[in-house]
């Protein structure tokens, strides 16, 4: 498999939008990591988004270090067939209405699709307890049997 592979990044694209929850790796400002299922939505395989409470562990991590990395894992595959995709990213919290606006739709439509609820920004803007958070890709691998290859997500 090679980066410009077709195949790989359509392989990638597929773990992302078949797979519900992600897990955020983030480290604090001494460099202790933490680990976080988080469930997803995203646009273009390029920006990922979730909610959360500005004072849980990974959320005060990506207040202080907005560097993280990001593992979207099929564990539904058989032992020794594992594929996932591996990604480095710069996360924050989105505070502007337009843009919380944007992302609680692009949330919205794939909740909705995979049976949950739909989502308003009224729900995420304070004094709500939940916040809505954004990843942009850097890099991004998809790793099938431990092999990681870089590819590119967005089309």
């Known amino acids: 498999m090679t980066g410009s592979d077709g195949q790989t990044a359509a392989a990638a694209r597929a773990v992302i939008d078949e797979i519900a929850f992600m897990t955020l790796a983030t480290v604090d400002a001494d460099g202790i990591p933490w680990a ?8 273009d395989h390029a920006n ?16 202080s270090n907005p560097r ?19 990604l480095e990213a710069e996360a924050d919290e989105v505070v502007d209405d337009a843009e919380v ?5 692009i949330f919205s439509e794939r909740s909705v699709a995979q049976g949950g609820s739909a989502w308003t920004a009224a729900e995420v803007r304070a004094p709500a307890d939940l916040r809505p958070y954004r990843a942009t890709v850097l ?12 590819v ?3 089309h």
Request: glycine share 4%; proline share 5%.
């Open 68 to 86: 993280i990395a990001i593992v979207i894992f099929d564990s539904r595959t058989p032992i020794d067939t594992g594929r996932g995709v591996y």
């Open 48 to 63: 990922f988004f979730w909610v959360s409470r500005p004072e849980t562990r990974h959320s005060q991590n990506i207040a």
């Open 101 to 105: 606006e944007r992302i609680m739709a």
């Open 139 to 150: 890099k991004a691998f998809l790793g099938v049997n431990d092999r990681r290859t870089e």
């Open 36 to 43: 976080s299922p988080v469930w997803f939505a995203h646009a």
């Open 152 to 154: 590119r997500l967005s």
